[in-house]
Nanobody, 127 residues
Framework: EVQLVESGGGLVQAGGSLRLSCAAT????????MSWFRQAPGKEPEWVSA????????YLSNSAEGRFTVSRDNNKSTLYLQMNALKPEDTALYYC????????????????????WGQGTEVTVSS
């Protein structure tokens, strides 16, 4: 059974940092491109970042560029999102997701590009 379990969220002041983790089980993690997306209350899901299966290629949304870093450890089957210089508008539930097929930039990922995602970890940034 494929499982993606996010952790690392919390309450942080504006300007602070958080590191999210996503532990993957039930599949060969190193074979899949992965993604982070988020959903703020009352808003549509928003893609945040993507990374290819080997970890050599990373992609960030305009809102994440310059502040967030996506990485992965295929030996630990874990995906990461380092978030720095957090802003109140980063407040959301953050999800990691597995791409159904290899990611093809510059297409902005949508929900139908994923076949599995986790339950999310909540990030709250206070002003």
């Amino acid at each position: 059974e494929v499982q993606l379990v996010e952790s690392g969220g919390g309450l942080v002041q504006a300007g602070g940092s958080l590191r999210l983790s996503c532990a993957a089980t039930g599949f060969t993690f190193k074979n899949y491109d992965m993604s982070w997306f988020r959903q703020a209350p009352g808003k549509e899901p928003e893609w945040v970042s993507a990374i290819n299966s080997g970890g050599e290629k990373t992609y960030l949304s305009n809102s994440a560029e310059g502040r967030f870093t996506v990485s992965r450890d295929n030996n630990k089957s874990t995906l990461y999102l380092q978030m720095n210089a957090l802003k109140p508008e980063d407040t959301a539930l953050y999800y990691c997701a597995r791409f159904r097929n290899p990611y093809s930039p510059p297409t902005r990922p949508r929900s139908y590009h994923y076949d599995y995602w986790g339950q999310g970890t909540e990030v709250t940034v206070s002003s």
